[in-house]
């Protein structure tokens, strides 16, 4: 079945370190794929998303290239702030399947000043 | 604003009783989901509707579960006879149905509401 692994919180960096959260799925087919980032005391939105193989979806000065051949979408940022602390999901959405989420556990990121 | 509202934010029940949600999706939007969260997990999907027909269910939804969405707007989950183990946030987000002819791929972000924390006791 279609299924998302996202690497184990919490993550604690300083402010301006650099962030990669590491997602692999399985998935039969190809599916979308999507970061979703839950703020404290708010609802989900959705950070970015990739459709196709190689391609890049970027937000907020996030990155993730959706890698077939690892079946890989990674979360990267190059300098985070105080404002990124935040729970991180990794999901997907698998063709037929009516864009019905699949979601990773999240992984809690904590920036300190 | 026009987003995905939830009724209620939160609901302190005894073990037993049933309970009523309510999601309001964002009016253009014909699609609907109801999805679990418990702490420290990832959502999970329970059911779909386009319009007004609910096309999918997941395994988690059991018999004491059932969602309606009458006319294609507002949606409601019942629980009955609540366990502790049904203790979750039970979030509902909504989207567009379009077609994405280009990728053949249905890409389109789903919006989520701030969610109802259910804790039976």
């Known amino acids: 079945g279609n299924s998302v692994t996202q690497m184990e919180g919490p993550v604690t960096l300083s402010e301006e370190a650099f962030l990669t959260i590491n997602c692999t799925y399985t998935?039969?087919?190809?599916?979308?794929l999507f970061w979703y980032v839950q703020y404290p005391g708010e609802g989900l939105q959705l950070l970015l998303k990739?459709?196709?193989?190689?391609d890049k979806g970027s937000n907020k000065g996030f990155e993730a290239t959706y890698r077939k051949e690892t079946t890989s979408f990674h979360l990267e940022k190059g300098s985070v702030q105080v404002s990124d602390s935040a729970v991180y999901f990794c999901?997907?959405?698998?063709?037929?399947?009516?864009?019905?989420?699949?979601f990773g556990a999240g992984t809690r990121l904590a920036v300190h000043p | 604003d026009t987003g995905v509202s939830q009724d209620p934010r939160h609901k302190i029940t005894k073990r037993g009783q049933n309970v009523t949600f309510r999601c309001d999706p964002i009016?253009?939007?014909?699609?609907l989901y109801w999805y679990r969260q418990t702490l420290g997990q990832g959502p999970e999907f329970l059911t779909y509707?386009?319009?007004?027909?609910?096309?999918?269910k997941s395994r988690l939804l059991s018999d004491r579960f059932s969602a309606e969405r009458p006319k294609g707007s507002f949606s409601t989950l019942e629980i009955q006879r609540t366990e502790q183990g049904d203790s979750a946030m039970y979030l509902c987000?909504?989207?567009?149905?379009?077609?994405?002819?280009?990728?053949?791929?249905?890409?389109?972000?789903?919006?989520f509401g701030p969610g109802t924390r259910l804790t039976v006791t």
């Open positions: 987000a909504s989207s567009p149905s379009p077609w994405d002819s280009v990728s053949g791929s249905d890409s389109y972000e789903q919006y």
């Open positions: 998935a039969t087919g190809y599916p979308s």
């Open positions: 990739a459709t196709k193989a190689d």
């Open positions: 999901a997907l959405s698998a063709l037929g399947g009516y864009n019905k989420l699949i």
């Open positions: 009016s253009e939007h014909n699609r």
């Open positions: 509707f386009q319009n007004e027909a609910q096309l999918e």
